[in-house]
């Protein structure tokens, strides 16, 4: 079965410097992988996939993430990060394109300081 | 506007009541699913279902119940079995197609407290 470990429960930067939220995952068959977005008391977001094309995936607002299969790990980075960045992240996977599910990790609530 | 939209927002519920969280969807979506989110652990899935009148536990579906009846429309019941059923209840729709691409589309989620 597929999972995702997030590492950090909360990462802090400030405003401007370099965002890393930690992803690694454990699947049996080659994985597609997701991070998501969630703003406080609202639903999640998609911000970038991973479906088996190039490894290094940019999202939306500036985010990107790069699939390193060595080290089994889809990390999520930003260069600058900005206030409106503040949110939790979800990292997920599905075990292709004819999954029924997807597993999402345990989420890292990013904190932005002025 | 197409989307997802569940009711109530919050809700409050005595111990040993059960409790019904709507979800509706205008999207067309074949698939649709119902999440628990707590904090620190993330989103766990409850039930989920890929077609009208057929549904699928999920990894914490006990105290819980789901009809299908109509494509648009996938409500949850909070049982009096949950024995911890405060939450905050996130329901998600699909195609099929879409699932495994994790293009999943979320509703603002339902909050349940229990006094």
């Known amino acids: 079965a597929q999972s995702v470990t997030q590492l950090g429960s909360h990462v802090s930067v400030s405003e401007g410097a370099l965002v890393l939220l930690r992803c690694n995952y454990s699947s049996s068959v080659p994985p597609y992988l997701f991070w998501y977005v969630q703003y406080p008391n609202q639903g999640l977001q998609l911000l970038l996939k991973y479906t088996s094309a190039a490894t290094l995936v940019k999202g939306i607002n500036g985010f990107e993430a790069e699939f390193k299969k060595s080290e089994t790990s889809f990390h999520l980075t930003k260069p600058s990060a900005h206030m409106s960045d503040a949110a939790e992240y979800f990292c997920a996977v599905s075990d292709g394109q004819g999954a029924q599910k997807l597993v999402f990790g345990q989420g890292t609530r990013l904190t932005i300081n002025p | 506007d197409g989307g997802i939209t569940q009711s109530p927002k919050y809700l409050f519920r005595k111990e040993g009541q059960n409790v019904t969280l709507s979800c509706e969807q205008n999207?067309?979506?074949?698939?649709m699913y119902w999440y628990r989110q707590d904090p620190g652990q993330g989103l766990r899935l409850i039930y989920y279902s890929q077609i009208v009148n057929d549904f699928q536990k999920g990894d914490i579906a006990e105290g819980y119940s789901v009809s299908r009846e109509k494509k648009e429309s996938f409500p949850l019941t909070v049982t009096s079995a949950q024995k911890n059923p405060t939450a905050f209840y996130l329901c998600?729709?699909?195609?099929?197609?879409?699932?495994?691409?994790?293009?999943?589309?979320f509703g603002e989620g339902s909050r349940l407290t229990v006094l």
């Open positions: 998600a729709s699909s195609t099929r197609r879409q699932v495994g691409t994790g293009e999943l589309f």
């Open positions: 999207l067309n979506h074949d698939a």
